[in-house]
């Protein structure tokens, strides 16, 4: 049936069959135009190119504790948490004492402490943005006004997020899912936590939120913290209902790496934002480490965290975990593309490390993570964590292709 004048159209709706045949009417016979999401993606300019993979150094970190300065936390003064740091050589640490115990004067509290001070851990200025629609960590290379951050913790997230800018503060959301979970804009942070205390089997949600994120163009940091609030007691402290914890999780427990510039508290800052980073169970378990090789020269030329347009041509990948594999045994590694599955492989040896290779779509975003599964790595100092990580070894942040750095 074709229907094609303007009599014919004219008799149909008059008679009312046009709603029985309006499908045969094309758009350019009614006078309409096809429709053009002006929100999609558009092709990219020139990005960036990645930065060196050779200048810099691999620094640990804990990125969320608690003092004695929040107010459920028990027998974990500053110079015990710092001093146990110096043992088990984590190079960075962010105290994130809970800002509503003290109405949000952290710098008169935590940061005032004389405690706060070390000659070898780069020390963060660091807080836990505690509200009513949930917990972020606040991070700083530099001391900034966080009672300003405090003050709109109930306003709306436009006015959060310019108070964020003017501070200049890195902000993550923290154990996004559960309890006290993030409820803000994620349009407003630079990481999220996935992966929160020991316990990683809790995280599902976590990593869930976040592909999401990736998925739709926001290119977030994924780190780690700890979450401890509780010390081992030393001289005439008294033990407390939940000194049991200190043994199970503490710092470190996961451990996050940054891949800095150099050795200061604003080049772990800038790492932590740029996204080159990876979590591992523990400050002794291997490093999980991501790199693509663009051109096929064997060379790598971006790491995770890093963005390039896609050329429409193979890409090979390699995984690599450095540090204190276990000798003689086999870990899988999981490879996630855009969230989901895309392969599982097996490595094994002195200095485990595989290869895969993958075209990333020419038009559109692609991202790439991995998860290593294997032995859990011993932690003398806080032998129950093993237990809880389970076969968790460490997961590395994606290597992004076609993503928008306005975005």
């Known amino acids: 049936m074709v ?94 004492d809970h800002d509503n115990h003290v109405e949000g004067d952290v710098a008169h509290n935590t940061w005032a402490d004389p405690e706060f001070k070390s000659d070898s851990v780069l020390l963060l200025y660091a807080a836990e943005w505690t509200t009513t629609r949930g917990h972020g960590n606040a991070f700083s290379a530099r001391p900034y006004n966080h009672q300003q951050l405090y003050d709109v913790r109930d306003q709306r997230d436009t006015v959060v997020g310019r108070i964020k800018n003017k501070l200049g503060i890195h902000l993550s959301a923290n154990h996004p899912s559960g309890k006290d979970h993030f409820g803000y804009s994620y349009d407003m942070v630079n990481s999220i936590e996935v992966w929160n205390s020991a316990i990683w089997s809790k995280n599902a949600n976590a990593i869930m939120i ?54 200061t508290k604003q080049a772990v800052i800038d790492a932590l934002t740029n996204g080159r980073v990876s979590i591992s169970s523990n400050p002794y378990a291997p490093r999980v480490e991501f790199y693509a090789d663009l051109n096929g020269d064997d060379k790598m030329d ?41 392969g599982a492989f097996k490595m094994e040896g002195k200095m485990p490390m595989i290869e895969f290779t993958d075209t990333p779509a020419i038009a559109g975003r692609t991202y790439y993570r991995v998860t290593v599964e294997g032995p859990s790595t011993p932690y003398p100092q806080v032998p129950q964590s093993a237990a809880l990580s389970g076969n968790m070894v460490g997961l590395s942040n994606p290597i992004c292709f076609n993503f928008d750095p306005n975005f």
Not at 248 to 261: I, R
Not at 325 to 330: A, G, L, P, Q, V
């Open 3 to 96: 229907l094609t004048t303007n009599r014919n159209i004219g008799l149909l709706i008059k008679t009312g069959l046009i709603i029985m045949v309006a499908g045969c009417i094309s758009g350019s016979a009614l006078g309409q135009s096809a429709h053009v999401n002006p929100w999609a993606q558009k092709p990219l300019g020139t990005l960036p190119p990645p930065a060196s993979l050779s200048q810099g150094i691999w620094l640990k970190g804990e990125l969320h504790m608690h003092s004695r300065h929040s107010k459920e936390s028990s027998n974990n003064s500053i110079s015990k948490i710092i001093t146990f740091c110096k043992l088990v050589g984590i190079d960075f640490l962010a105290i994130t």
């Open 210 to 263: 976040w592909d999401d994120m990736l998925s739709s163009g926001r290119k977030l940091t994924g780190r780690g913290g700890s979450d401890a609030h509780h010390g081992v007691p030393v001289g005439d402290e008294k033990p407390g209902p939940n000194t049991y914890q200190a043994k199970a999780n503490y710092a470190g427990t996961p451990t996050t790496w940054v891949f800095a510039t150099a050795r």
């Open 302 to 342: 971006m790491m995770m965290g890093d963005n390039v347009k896609a050329t429409g041509k193979p890409v090979k990948f390699k995984v690599q975990l450095t540090g204190n594999s276990i000798k003689d045994t086999t870990y899988t590694i999981n490879v996630v593309k855009n969230g989901n599955p895309f």
